[in-house]
């Protein structure tokens, strides 16, 4: 029996956050960075890797993958902007 797609992306989103948690960064991270590749508008994957990254003092990547994901998401940036 195949798996769903969705079913599929949702539990590599389930072993990325249990390979974080137990320390696996690299692991965690790239299947991040698949689910991402493959679905950019998925906004768990995107701020988990976002947070991945940060915590190892990748900031500007961090950054990058908070962006990408809110420009997938369709987020108005206006409103979140300091005046």
């Known amino acids: 029996m195949a798996i769903a797609p969705s079913n599929h992306a949702d539990e590599q989103f389930a072993l990325a956050q249990s390979l974080w948690q137990h320390d696996e960064v690299a ?14 508008a998925r906004e768990d994957a995107a701020m988990l890797l976002a ?3 940060r915590s190892q003092g990748r900031f500007d990547a961090a950054a990058a993958t908070v962006f990408n994901g809110c420009r997938e998401n369709l987020f108005a940036p206006g409103p979140s902007l300091r005046g």
Do not use: M
């Open 27 to 40: 692991r965690a991270e790239a299947i991040l960075r698949d689910l991402v590749a493959r679905n950019p």
């Open 51 to 53: 947070h991945l990254l």
